[in-house]
Each structure stands twice: as C-alpha cells, then as structure tokens.
Nanobody, 118 residues
C-alpha cells in the first residue's frame, strides 16, 4: 500500500483546511487508518483514527470537536477536516494504514505541512 498525503498549506488561526490521504497499490477497504502529526522539535503524536468500515472514529483530545476524520473506500481516500485551527496545530501531518486486526501502522505517507500562524 502506498499512501500520498496532500492538502497542507498556510492558514490563519481560526481557519479551516482539509487533508486527503490517497492510497494506491491495494484497496483500503480492510485497512484501519490514522492521522499523526509532528511539530518542529517535538515527537510525533496521534491525531485520529478510523476503522476500515468507517464505523469507529477516535480523535485525540487536543483536536476533539475541531477535527473530523472520515474516509471514502470507493475512492480509496481518507480525509481530515480541520476547523478552528490554532498555532499549536502547526506540524507535518502523516497518514498511516494497518490491516484490520494488526497492532502497528505498517504503511505511512510522506507527510504534508500545515502552518497556522497566530
């Protein structure tokens, strides 16, 4: 599975942005997927995850109520709608996938930069 994250950019605080993660090489319909981010000088952190069916979604406390994870298996794509962006959301965002039932995310995208200055 190859993952390609896109949609990053520069958005003023309070604005919105939608990230996409497109997969190729294999259908995503049996893969759980997640978003992670890494800010400058900090460790990578979990942002959100969605089950292969889309029926289970988990969001980190830091983004709950502002970010929404979703997926469209017909398009082999996962999304992250980011609203009410804050300066502390500035980071490189990565998408990842793992086969249903596996513990670790095995497949990772290259990352897309989101910058939200104050």
């Amino acid at each position: 599975v190859q993952l390609q994250a896109s949609g990053g950019g520069l958005v003023q605080a309070g604005g919105s942005l939608r990230l996409s993660c497109a997969a190729s090489g294999r259908a995503l319909s049996r893969y759980d997927m997640g978003w992670f981010r890494q800010a400058p000088g900090k460790e990578r952190e979990f942002v959100g995850a969605i089950s292969w069916s889309g029926g289970i979604k988990v969001h980190a406390e830091s983004v709950k109520g502002r970010f929404i994870i979703s997926r469209d298996n017909a398009k082999n794509t996962m999304y992250l709608q980011m609203n009410s962006l804050k300066p502390e959301d500035t980071a490189v965002y990565y998408c990842a996938a793992r086969y249903d039932g596996e513990d670790a995310y095995k497949y990772w995208g290259q990352g897309t930069l989101v910058t939200s200055p104050a």
